[in-house]
C-alpha cells in the first residue's frame, strides 16, 4: 500500500525546536509537490509550508514564516519541516501530503490531495 509516514513529533518547551520527517513507502516522491498541515482541536486543517518537486521553490503560510522551513532530500525519499521558536498556538497534529502537478501555494490550499500521512503530534508547552 502506498503511504506517507510522518515522524520526529512530541512536546517541546515554547521557543524550543523540532524537526518532522515525511517519508514515501512503495512510491516516489520526487514526482510530487509536498506539503505540511496541520489541524488544532476544534479548528480546520491548514497549509502550513510546501515544497516544490525539485526543491526549488517554497511557500509558507504567514502565521510560520521566519520560524519554519521545509526540504527535501530526494535521494532519501523525504521532506522535512525544521520548526524553529515554537509557540503554544503551533500545537497540532501535523500531516504531510503529496500531489502532482500542482504550484507550492496551490498545495497548501488544497483540501483533496493524492496521498495524505497519519499525523504526528506536536504539542509546544512549559
Known amino acids: 500500500q502506498l503511504q506517507l509516514v510522518e515522524s520526529g513529533g512530541g512536546l517541546v518547551q515554547p521557543g524550543g525546536s523540532l524537526r518532522l520527517s515525511c517519508a514515501a513507502s512503495?512510491?516516489?516522491?520526487?514526482?510530487?509537490?509536498i506539503g505540511w498541515f496541520r489541524q488544532a482541536p476544534g479548528k480546520e486543517r491548514e497549509g502550513v509550508s510546501c515544497?516544490?518537486?525539485?526543491?526549488?521553490?517554497?511557500y509558507y503560510a504567514d502565521s510560520v514564516k521566519g520560524r519554519f522551513t521545509v526540504s527535501r532530500d530526494n535521494a532519501k525519499n523525504t521532506v522535512y519541516l525544521q520548526m524553529n521558536s515554537l509557540k503554544p498556538e503551533d500545537t497540532a497534529v501535523y500531516y504531510c501530503?503529496?500531489?502532482?502537478?500542482?504550484?507550492?501555494?496551490?498545495?497548501?490550499?488544497?483540501?483533496?490531495?493524492?496521498?495524505w500521512g497519519q499525523g504526528t503530534q506536536v504539542t509546544v508547552s512549559s
Open positions: 501530503a503529496a500531489h502532482r502537478f500542482t504550484s507550492t501555494q496551490s498545495m497548501c490550499a488544497r483540501i483533496v490531495v493524492n496521498y
Open positions: 512503495r512510491f516516489t516522491l520526487s514526482s510530487y509537490t
Open positions: 515544497i516544490s518537486s525539485t526543491g526549488d521553490f517554497t
